[in-house]
């Protein structure tokens, strides 16, 4: 599986878009990317994966590069809910193997 | 939905005793994941079933963890002896199986202490 860098933390002002880097440069044509956060001492969550298009869903944007070599995910207007860590992973599709590696993750703060 | 189920939330027990972790995926999944988490090494995937079947256990740190999930509906992680530094949030997940992606649903976790 592909290696994924994430900055440690960011800030975001309540209301405003929050816009998630993540580098994925040894990306092979077949691995997705997907996007999990987890909000403080809960269980992670799903939000959105792509493989190659920009992606939209009711939780956030996920925009991959042409290259596949680097994706953002957006949140378009950031709520204090939002504040959790983020976690960026890269996946191949394999038959019967649905196993997820996540790695540190972008602690994303949102400021009232 | 209930969603994924663990029990207990909370366990702390003293070293060298028997914990038992347990989870009830969600209705109709056939995918079962167990994961650790700690403050030093992050989420870790333990070990994962399909259909019941264990996959793959590389990440069970050692022979005193053990894994059984003996029908769709309940799996358990057994730590015998525990020790402290097998204090963590162990989480549970469940997936379909199949196509392309399946989403993991994660449980609340058990927050394990041994002192």
Same mark, same amino acid.
């Given at each position: 599986?592909?290696?994924?860098?994430?900055?440690?933390?960011?800030?975001?002002?309540?209301?405003?878009?929050?816009?998630?880097p993540?580098n994925?440069?040894? %990306?092979?044509?077949?691995?997705?990317?997907?996007?999990?956060?987890?909000?403080?001492?809960?269980?992670?969550q799903y939000? %959105?994966?792509?493989?190659?298009?920009?992606?939209?869903?009711?939780?956030?944007?996920? %925009?991959?590069?042409?290259?596949?070599?680097?994706?953002?995910? %957006?949140?378009?207007?950031?709520?204090?809910?939002?504040?959790?860590?983020y976690?960026?992973?890269?996946?191949?599709?394999?038959?019967?193997?649905?196993?997820?590696?996540?790695?540190?993750?972008?602690?994303?703060?949102?400021?009232? | !939905?209930?969603?994924?189920?663990?029990?207990? =939330?909370?366990?702390?027990?003293e070293?060298?005793?028997?914990?038992?972790?347990?989870?009830?995926?969600?209705?109709?999944?056939?995918?079962l994941?167990?994961?650790r988490?700690?403050?030093?090494?992050?989420?870790?995937?333990?070990?994962?079933?399909?259909?019941?079947?264990?996959? !793959? !256990? @590389?990440?069970?740190?050692?022979? =005193?963890?053990?894994?059984?999930?003996?029908?769709?509906?309940?799996?358990t &992680?057994?730590?015998?002896?525990?020790?402290?530094? !097998? @204090?963590?949030?162990? #989480?549970c997940?469940?997936? &379909?199986?199949?196509?392309? #992606?399946?989403?993991?649903?994660?449980?609340?976790?058990? =927050? &394990?202490?041994?002192?």
């Amino acid at each position: 599986d592909a290696k994924t860098t994430q900055p440690p933390s960011m800030d975001c002002a309540e209301g405003r878009a929050a816009n998630l880097p993540c580098n994925h440069s040894t %990306i092979s044509g077949n691995e997705y990317v997907y996007w999990y956060r987890q909000i403080h001492s809960q269980g992670p969550q799903y939000i %959105i994966h792509g493989l190659k298009n920009n992606e939209t869903n009711e939780m956030a944007s996920l %925009i991959i590069t042409e290259d596949r070599k680097s994706s953002t995910l %957006i949140l378009p207007h950031a709520t204090l809910r939002d504040t959790a860590v983020y976690y960026c992973i890269v996946r191949g599709y394999q038959t019967g193997a649905n196993n997820l590696f996540f790695g540190t993750g972008t602690r994303l703060t949102v400021i009232p | !939905d209930a969603g994924v189920i663990q029990s207990p =939330r909370h366990e702390v027990t003293e070293m060298g005793q028997e914990v038992t972790l347990r989870c009830k995926p969600i209705s109709g999944h056939n995918s079962l994941f167990w994961y650790r988490q700690t403050m030093m090494r992050g989420l870790e995937l333990l070990i994962y079933f399909n259909n019941n079947v264990p996959i !793959d !256990d @590389s990440g069970m740190p050692e022979d =005193r963890f053990s894994a059984k999930m003996p029908n769709a509906s309940f799996s358990t &992680l057994k730590i015998q002896p525990s020790e402290p530094r !097998d @204090s963590a949030v162990y #989480f549970c997940a469940s997936s &379909l199986t199949g196509g392309t #992606f399946r989403e993991q649903y994660f449980g609340p976790g058990t =927050r &394990l202490t041994v002192t």
